[in-house]
T-cell receptor
């Protein structure tokens, strides 16, 4: 079974530039998550999708971050404009959703390491 | 609010046993997860506890006490490849779809 795919793996941009990340979840997984992981810290949820709808975006800095999952499969996360403090690894994860029951394990992609100069 | 605490770093010797503790304070509780994350890689699932007690899976075991807001991950017969960060994550009340809240992770170094 193919895992969660993400691209690019690495990205270096200057502050005030824009950047986009792509995620393709495991086939059949209804729920998709974007996390931000700053060096030395645990992942922090940015946004959660259930199919093509947003479930939780309370920690997404909406003045500069946006995300979509138009067809309920793959997703893009965009930052515009980027700030120095956005340097982090952006992890995408997916899970079965309601079909996964209380356990509902999340599977993570390899992440995109963003460096903002 | 939500708060999850775990030690920042630990060092242990190859072949030994190490226990990584995690304490949590959340408004609700619907399960605790442990993930392993090697440097530069994605977190991978290790264990899940929702009831009090010990869950054993090979060399790894995880314990939960809900009344104390406490869990630990026990790694036996340590191997060099166990050098990684170990993330404790709690699911707040709600369904299995409720997002996880992660601790900062414990970086474990296994030395010869």
């Amino acid at each position: 079974e193919a895992g969660v795919a993400q691209s690019p793996r690495y990205k270096i941009i200057e502050k005030r530039q824009s950047v986009a990340f792509w995620c393709n979840p495991i086939s059949g997984h209804a729920t998709l998550y974007w996390y931000q992981q700053i060096l030395g810290q645990g992942p922090k949820l940015l946004i959660q999708f259930q199919n093509n709808g947003v479930v939780d975006d309370s920690q997404l800095p909406k003045d500069r971050f946006s995300a979509e999952r138009l067809k309920g499969v793959d997703s893009t996360l965009k930052i515009q404009p980027a700030k120095l403090e956005d340097s982090a690894v952006y992890l995408c994860a997916s899970s079965l959703g309601a079909a996964g029951g209380a356990y509902n394990e999340q599977f993570f992609g390899p992440g995109t390491r963003l460096t903002v100069l | 609010g939500q708060n999850i605490d775990q030690p920042t770093e630990m060092t242990a010797t190859e072949g030994a046993i190490v226990q990584i503790n995690c304490t949590y304070q959340t408004s609700g509780f619907n399960g605790l997860f442990w993930y392993q994350q090697h440097a530069g890689e994605a977190p991978t699932f290790l264990s899940y506890n929702v009831l009090d007690g010990l869950e054993e899976k090979g060399r790894f075991s995880s314990f939960l006490s809900r009344s104390k807001g406490y869990s630990y991950l026990l790694l036996k017969e340590l191997q060099m490849k166990d050098s990684a960060s170990y993330l404790c994550a709690v699911r707040d009340l709600g369904s299995g779809n409720t997002p996880l809240v992660f601790g900062k992770g414990t970086r474990l170094s296994v030395i010869a």
